[in-house]
């Protein structure tokens, strides 16, 4: 992220969290907020990615203005953190397996459900809210129906 966040705006500041899993997957999701301590009113929006991609994907999704969709969220007073699934460039660690072994990659889109809960567990006790909006893409809304559902 931090590579694709370079183009750094001003206006905002970013966060790396990492987090670990109920199946000890180590994730690093990203807090982007407005820069300078500015209030976050509102309560936490998380951005989920679909299959195959990571949470700087989220950076191309740039509307007219030229600037990612998810500013515009800040702008209004909402923290947005981008999620980032096991496996993505910015969550290969476990705390049992190496990234090489059949048994980091031992996983499917049902067991993925824990990194939406490790997420929301972390960002509860992060921001204190026990609310949040979530927007998932993909895979990703599959993800956060089956986390409901346990």
């Known amino acids: ?10 206006k905002y500041q970013w966060e790396p969290i990492e987090l670990t899993t109920p199946d000890g997957y180590v994730l690093t999701s990203f807090i982007i907020s407005k820069a300078y301590n500015e209030e976050m009113p509102n309560p936490p929006v998380i ?3 679909g299959n195959g991609q990571d949470g700087a994907m989220w950076l191309q999704a740039l ?9 515009n969220i800040v702008n ?5 953190w981008l999620m980032n699934s096991r496996g993505t460039d910015y969550s290969r660690k476990h705390v049992s397996f190496e990234l090489t072994s059949p048994e980091f990659w031992n996983f499917d889109l049902f067991d993925m459900w824990q990194d939406i809960e490790g997420n929301i ?15 998932g893409y993909s895979s990703a ?7 409901m559902q346990e």
């Open 1 to 10: 992220m931090d590579k694709a966040f370079n183009f750094a705006y001003e």
């Open 47 to 49: 951005i989920q990615h």
């Open 63 to 71: 509307k007219a203005d030229g600037l990612p969709f998810f500013f």
């Open 76 to 80: 209004n007073g909402f923290p947005v």
């Open 121 to 135: 567990k972390t960002i509860k006790a992060y921001t204190g809210y026990d609310t949040f909006w979530y927007i």
């Open 141 to 147: 809304t599959s993800q956060m129906l089956y986390a």
